[in-house]
């Protein structure tokens, strides 16, 4: 858990404990906008409230930059003991919810976008080893083919020398057309 959400929670108020919780799991940009949509939510619940982003909550009617003494001194009453409705501690809590929604949406984006560039390189190397398999058949094919012609070369020789053999133990002259006898 991040610095200040221990304060929240381990408050007794399980809505201020959940709050706590999501602005953990999220990240410190998310976290901090959804705190400040929080704080307009409660000064919009609250009218004695208002919210000023990077500033604690201030009574209503005293300007931003004064302080809570000075106020006092004004006649106003501090209503920081206060605390803050049901209603608007369910939006505020609703607004971290939003944005842990937010921040999981993305995430999940993330990861299916990570996921989908895994599969495209799964893809790609499956393509290529059937691509080498597929030149090493050829290569193959081609020595085959090769061997098979030495082959049939070798078979004709053979015949010739056989044919040439049997007309020599005949008593045959061999002959370029293969007519006559001596």
């Known amino acids: 858990l991040g610095q200040g959400v221990p304060v929240l929670a381990d408050s ?27 704080l307009e939510v409660l000064a919009s619940t609250q009218p004695g409230m208002t919210a000023v982003p990077g500033a604690p909550p201030q009574p209503a ?29 369910t939006a505020a809590s609703a607004a971290a919810l939003a944005a842990a929604a937010v921040k999981a949406r993305f995430l999940a984006e993330q990861e299916e976008k990570q996921l989908r560039q895994l599969m495209a390189e799964v893809v790609n190397i499956q ?30 020789a053979l015949f010739a020398e056989q044919v040439k053999t049997q007309a020599i133990r005949l008593g045959i002259q061999p002959s370029g057309t293969g007519k006559g006898r001596p």
Not at 137 to 149: A, D, I, N, R, V
Not at 150 to 156: K, S
Request: a neutral charge; zero cysteines.
């Open 127 to 156: 393509i290529q080893k059937v691509q080498l398999k597929l030149n090493s058949l050829e290569t193959l094919e081609g020595e085959m083919k090769k061997q098979s012609e030495q082959l049939e070369r070798d078979q004709q």
């Open 12 to 38: 007794g108020n399980p809505v201020m404990a959940q709050v706590a919780f999501l602005a953990a799991v999220v990240g410190p940009k998310v976290a901090a906008a959804a705190a400040k949509r929080a």
């Open 61 to 89: 009617g005293k300007p931003a930059g004064t302080s809570g003494a000075e106020g006092a001194e004004g006649g106003e009453k501090a209503t920081e003991g206060v605390p803050p409705s049901a209603s608007a501690v």
